[in-house]
């Protein structure tokens, strides 16, 4: 990618304008309203055999990197089997931010994909500035490729980082996903579980939801003092009921919130993938807290400023916080799912 800044000095000069993050806990919604998003032609996100080969920034031997990177996927997919019940990887589906910030080795895809207690502890103390400056180097080389209008970012784990997102995304904005921790938690310990056991034969699950508790019960308090920061009209909030009781109408309200238009050919777009989504079987993703050796309890405990600010309940339904709720955020139907039914990739 450096040779080819050189080659083509035009890179260097993408402009990368008001870039949309989509953040919120993992497991919240966050996977399908990035491809929602990302279906409106007028907006581009990072692509997986993108990512997988950016160079050269041009439309040469196209067919052969997604060739190359389906076979990659196909690959992985023998490897986890059941990974694809929990996130669906192809090579032409929108791709996280923490694989543009690999190359730095300052991401948190290593922390899920392998258990090293040691790089855990270094990458929690690095300045993620660095990354972040590679990160906007990555998408303009992405957007000399193909131009875009509106860029439509996502990874959960940018909450923790907002100083350093900020210092080289000045004008960007956010939608916050929510869902209840203690199915976030049940959710993403499963995930990380299956995906590590694809590389190591001693995988602690126990562990893994330790690790998710006391990582993003202390992202999302970070976040929420830096989020205060911005205005109002940079950030929408969504409920993870919403996005899968009615995709469409989440969309929708994001769209009204920032002020953009809803063509009524991304629309279309848009309905035809929740279909193809509905119709996908959710395979045998099945989990609750217990597995991991913790409670209802101990996650609500933790996340406690989190679910009284935006007034989350337990997975039955029962509203554990009656006020205190952030008047920023819009009160919707919250009667979330179950952590023991199965799940889509959502």
């Known amino acids: 990618m450096q040779r080819d800044r050189q080659l083509y000095p035009n890179i260097a000069r993408q402009e990368i304008r008001s870039p949309l993050f989509i953040v919120g806990l993992p497991r919240s919604g966050t996977t399908l309203l990035h491809n929602l998003l990302a279906a409106d032609p007028w907006h581009r996100s990072p692509l997986m055999w993108e990512v997988m080969s950016p160079s050269p920034p041009t439309q040469a031997g196209e067919k052969r990197r997604i060739q190359r990177a389906t076979q990659s996927c196909n690959f992985f997919n023998w490897l986890a089997p059941t990974f694809r019940y929990v996130h669906a990887v192809g090579a032409e589906l929108p791709q996280e931010c923490i694989g543009l910030m690999a190359p730095t080795f300052m991401s948190d895809q290593f922390d899920a994909m392998y258990y090293v207690p040691s790089y855990r502890a270094w990458f929690f103390q690095q300045d993620l500035r660095p990354a972040y400056e590679y990160h906007r180097r990555f998408v303009q080389h992405l957007q000399f490729r193909r131009a875009a209008r509106r860029w439509i970012l996502k990874a959960p784990t940018h ?84 996005i899968s009781r009615d995709p469409i109408a989440a969309v929708g309200r994001i769209y009204d919130h920032f002020g953009w238009s809803l063509s009524r050919d991304a629309e279309q777009r848009m309905r035809v993938l929740v279909t193809r989504h509905a119709q996908r079987q959710p395979g045998n993703h099945r989990y609750h807290l217990s597995q991991f050796g913790s409670s209802a309890e101990e996650v609500l405990s933790a996340f406690a400023p989190y679910c009284q600010r935006f007034g989350l309940s337990s997975p039955d339904g029962e509203n554990l916080w009656s006020s205190g709720r952030d008047p920023r955020f819009e009160k919707h139907k919250s009667v979330l799912a179950s952590s023991r039914l199965p799940e889509r990739t959502i």
Do not use: G
Request: aromatic share 10%; charged share 25%.
């Open 159 to 242: 909450m923790s980082a907002m100083p350093a997102l900020l210092s080289v995304y000045p004008d960007a904005l956010f939608v916050q996903t929510h869902r209840t921790p203690v199915d976030a938690m049940a959710s993403v310990s499963s995930l990380v579980t299956i995906l590590r056991s694809a590389f190591s034969d001693a995988v602690d699950p126990f562990t893994a939801c330790r690790e998710a508790i006391n990582y993003w019960s202390e992202t999302v308090d970070k976040f929420l003092q830096e989020r205060d920061r911005l205005a109002d009209n940079r950030i929408c909030d969504v409920e993870y009921d919403e």
